[in-house]
Nanobody, 118 residues
Framework: QVLLVESGGGLVQAGGSLRLSCAAS????????MAWFRQAPGKEREFVAR????????YYAESVKGRFTISRDNAKNTVYLQMNSLKPEDTAVYYC???????????WGQGTQVTVSS
């Protein structure tokens, strides 16, 4: 069982930056693939970025590539999402997710709101 708690959301002007954190419980955190998703009002939840347990492999949605960076600190059981050059269309609730080998992410956080004003 993994419990995920996100933090770091808030209101920022376009062009600004935010860093989201996701603290995970569980001694086997380092074996999980971690990811960030987001859901804007009236839209489907969408993938943002993921990082493998090894911290070597990362993958990003085209919409955030070059602006967002996902990283993890296995010693702190924490995954981060550094978001730079934010745009109003990045406004959404951001969710942290985790999985081991399953194709679907089976652990989710409660979400943190990110609002980017124009």
């Amino acid at each position: 069982q993994v419990l995920l708690v996100e933090s770091g959301g808030g209101l920022v002007q376009a062009g600004g930056s935010l860093r989201l954190s996701c603290a995970a419980s569980g001694r086997t955190f380092s074996y999980y693939t971690m990811a960030w998703f987001r859901q804007a009002p009236g839209k489907e939840r969408e993938f943002v970025a993921r990082i493998a347990w090894s911290d070597i492999s990362t993958y990003y949605a085209e919409s955030v590539k070059g602006r967002f960076t996902i990283s993890r600190d296995n010693a702190k059981n924490t995954v981060y999402l550094q978001m730079n050059s934010l745009k109003p269309e990045d406004t959404a609730v951001y969710y942290c997710a985790a999985k081991l080998s399953a194709p679907e992410y089976n652990y989710w956080g409660q979400g943190t709101q990110v609002t980017v004003s124009s």
